[in-house]
Nanobody, 121 residues
Framework: QLQASGGGLVQAGGSLTLSCAFSGRTFLMHTMGWFRQAPGKEREFVGAFVWSGRYTSFADSVKGRFTISRDNAKNTVYLQMNSLKPEDTAVYYC????????????????WGQGTEVTVSS
């Protein structure tokens, strides 16, 4: 199970950290991904993190502004979002898969519920 949290309202230029806590069959969580879905748009890849190798990948739209980190003891992955822009407004989802990083939603069989992020201008 995946549980995302940390969304909220923030002004443009501000920062926000999302959390994704997971439980259950953690051996399935080789790669943790973050996606987002803005109103009227398709869900899109934001970034992903390979648990064992600490390898990360980010969408060009967030590269240099977003980072991913983890807390092994808490089985939690974090999405640190800096220099937020109004176009970052979306519902953010965390997801997991056994294989390497994938950037498409169909590559992830395990999903948490979304957490809403609103960036005001």
């Amino acid at each position: 199970q995946l549980q995302a949290s940390g969304g909220g309202l923030v002004q443009a230029g501000g920062s926000l950290t999302l959390s994704c806590a997971f439980s259950g069959r953690t051996f399935l969580m080789h790669t943790m991904g973050w996606f987002r879905q803005a109103p009227g748009k398709e869900r899109e890849f934001v970034g992903a993190f390979v648990w064992s190798g600490r390898y990360t990948s980010f969408a060009d739209s967030v590269k240099g502004r977003f980072t991913i980190s983890r807390d092994n003891a808490k089985n939690t992955v974090y999405l640190q979002m800096n220099s937020l822009k109004p176009e970052d407004t979306a519902v953010y989802y965390c997801a997991a898969r056994q294989g390497p990083i994938a950037t498409i939603t169909s590559g992830y069989p395990y999903w948490g519920q979304g957490t809403e992020v609103t960036v005001s201008s």
